[in-house]
């Protein structure tokens, strides 16, 4: 039997936020004490996390002295040296303070836009300074409730002239960190702006030709679901476009306020292709967690949660092999899936001599409607049946 235990080699990374959050909410005050965010990032090791990932106002607030930061930094970089753990990704909290209520790099106040890339600009130097891989924009506060409040495309253009700046002045400082975009449809605004992977990838087009290279998506599982969207298909998308930078990871239940579940505790089929589409296609980055444990656990509830987050996305690998390595799953692939490279060729390429021999082919409908069987009814049950453990 697998014992599902994770290591390095998995590029398993946490928020820091995941375990330092004391289970508060809405309605209700902390129910555990809060931890200490170098803690944080040693128990991750502890618990075999290859990385973490950080707002700059997780390890040190909003009104640090550049002697308070570069001590929290220091802190940061001593237990990485000391346990082996990476800073998978790091980013600037432009959402908490009430400067923010309107927006950060859209806000219609052009002092808290200069505020907020100054802010973003010195997270990039903190980022640098523990080698983080990636540096993400979340734009929680970046939309609207009241549209004649913002001309939503004036609101793009200051977006994009923000991100183009911290990436300028990121590839300055740290030349091989990339930077991305993590899409989110709503909450804590009503509409937010990027809501979904197909907006972000839009959007990263129109960047600069220097940031449109360094510049990706980490979709989030809770985010595409709030959307009402396909998981499996929005990161496809982000991966076929070769912009999948890493991904964020929970769960959720659809067309809800952001849940942050743990990874499969919801669906566990959705959650199978998801890591079924990184085995798939080789994924190489990092698997970052965004989630946080139930308000019901202690303090040690909360490393059961990193625990089990980890062995889920392990065990649902093990499935992903069975269905791969399946030979009645296998043979319904191949015959539903059957290729005629002639034909396709065809219509890969536009040329007037592949126009015209389109046009002759003898191609009838009616007859195409019959031609292949089309058993998903038997391919989604032998499916059910490994997730279910009886095949």
Avoid at 314 to 329: F, Y
Wanted: one cysteine or more; glycine letters at 6%.
């Amino acid at each position: 039997m697998p014992e599902y235990k994770p290591s390095r080699n998995d590029k398993f990374a946490f928020g820091i936020w995941c375990v330092t959050n004391p289970g508060a909410d809405p309605f209700g005050p902390p129910t555990r004490e809060p931890m200490d965010p170098i803690d944080a990032i040693r128990g991750l090791a502890e618990h075999e996390a290859w990385g973490f990932e950080s707002h700059d106002n997780d390890l040190y607030p909003i009104d640090a002295t550049p002697a308070q930061v570069g001590k929290a930094l220091k802190a940061a970089k001593a237990v990485m040296a000391d346990t082996g753990i990476v800073c998978q990704a790091f980013t600037t909290n432009l959402f908490t303070h009430p400067v923010f209520k309107d927006g950060a790099f859209t806000s219609n106040a052009p002092q808290v836009r200069a505020y907020a890339v100054r802010k973003a600009v010195l997270a990039v130097d903190a980022a640098a300074e523990l080698d983080a891989r990636n540096f993400i924009f979340w734009g929680g506060r970046e939309g609207a409730e009241v549209d004649l409040a913002k001309d939503p495309a004036v609101a793009i253009k200051r977006l994009r002239d923000a991100i183009n700046f911290i990436c300028d002045y990121g590839r300055s400082v740290a030349p091989k960190m990339t930077f991305s975009i993590e899409p989110k449809p709503n909450e804590p605004r009503g509409d937010t702006f990027l809501p979904t992977v197909g907006s972000a990838l839009a959007f990263i087009e129109t960047l600069s030709p220097a940031n449109c290279k360094i510049v990706g998506v980490n979709p989030e599982v809770a985010h595409v679901k709030m959307a009402g969207l396909n998981v499996y298909h929005e990161y496809a998308q982000a991966l076929e476009a070769g912009k999948l930078t890493e991904l964020h990871i929970n769960d959720q239940k659809p067309l809800r306020y952001d849940q942050d579940l743990s990874f499969g505790s919801v669906s566990l089929k959705e959650s199978f292709f998801l890591v079924k589409l990184t085995m798939d296609h080789n994924f190489a980055g990092a698997k970052s967690w965004d989630a946080h444990a139930y308000r019901s656990e202690d303090t040690a509830g909360v490393w059961d949660f990193v625990a089990r987050n980890m062995r889920t996305w392990k065990i649902l690998e093990e499935k992903v092999r069975r269905v791969n390595d399946d030979a009645e799953i296998t043979a319904l692939l191949a015959e539903i899936t059957a290729s005629d490279h002639d034909l396709e060729d065809l219509h890969r390429t536009f040329s007037p001599d592949n126009v015209e021999r389109l046009k002759e082919l003898k191609l009838k409908p009616d007859r195409l409607a019959t031609s292949r069987r089309l058993p998903y009814e038997r391919l989604d049950q032998l499916l059910n049946e490994v997730l279910l453990g009886v095949r």
